[in-house]
């Protein structure tokens, strides 16, 4: 049972690239998101999702897309990489919500140049 | 405005003493509090979840308290051991929408 995956764990970018980072969770959850950690800020929730075919803005959208055409996967989109998007990216999903605990994958260190 | 406040120092405790962390928030109504591990380069892992009409939770060596007259929770560690260095994040669900709000942790060291 491997949990929350996420793919790949480092990349390093040039500014104006764009990238797609991949989870995977092989638990039936419903509810996915992405978190970006940068130090001194905590965890900021990007967007999440609330089931297939769904998604929602989170605390610090901008920039980012995503996508969850599968119950299992949820795709966080770059389309033109800023320095600023440096950070480390956490996928977590859950069963549902209320009272629920996150499960996290051990996230994607991005650097953008 | 909200605010979820943790100590921003590390924590440093001896090995066998009991470790108490802090999470205090403004501007919240939580209807539960999770407290979560983290370790250099991995994923925060759940360790508690607290009601808002449960005063304490606890799981082993682990108890969390939750006051919402102070606005406050506390995560004890009894018995502390070097293995439990490493940061601890709080968590707040206000029941409202989809999601939870992360305090920005608190870095525990456990001396041996």
């Known amino acids: 049972n491997a949990g929350v995956t996420q793919t790949p764990k480092f990349r390093v970018l040039k500014t104006g690239q764009s990238m797609t980072l991949l989870c995977a969770q092989d638990?039936?959850?419903?509810?996915m998101y992405w978190y970006r950690q940068d130090p001194g800020m905590g965890l900021r929730l990007i967007h999440y999702?609330?089931?297939?075919?769904?998604?929602a803005k989170g605390e610090v959208p901008d920039g980012y897309n995503v996508s969850r055409l599968k119950k299992q996967n949820f795709l966080l989109g770059l389309e033109s990489a800023a320095p600023s998007q440096t950070s480390v990216y956490f996928c977590?999903?859950?069963?549902?919500?209320?009272?629920?605990?996150?499960?996290f994958g051990d996230g994607t260190r991005l650097s953008i140049l | 405005s909200q605010k979820i406040e943790q100590n921003s120092e590390a924590l440093n405790i001896q090995e066998g003493k009991t470790a108490t962390l802090t999470c205090n928030y403004t501007?919240?109504?939580?209807?539960?509090l999770q407290w979560y591990r983290q370790d250099p380069g991995r994923g925060p892992v759940f360790l508690l979840l607290?009601?808002?009409?449960?005063k304490e939770k606890r799981k082993e060596r682990l108890k969390v308290t939750f006051d919402t007259t102070l606005k406050q929770s506390l995560f004890h560690i009894t018995a502390s051991q070097p293995a439990d260095s490493a940061t601890y994040l709080c968590?707040?669900?206000?029941?409202?929408?989809?999601?939870?709000?992360f305090g920005k942790g608190t870095r525990l060291h456990i001396l041996p």
């Open positions: 999702s609330v089931g297939e075919g769904t998604t």
């Open positions: 638990m039936n959850h419903e509810y």
């Open positions: 607290i009601r808002e009409n449960e």
């Open positions: 977590a999903s859950s069963y549902s919500f209320r009272g629920q605990p996150q499960h």
């Open positions: 968590a707040l669900d206000e029941g409202r929408d989809d999601k939870i709000i």
């Open positions: 501007n919240y109504s939580p209807a539960y």
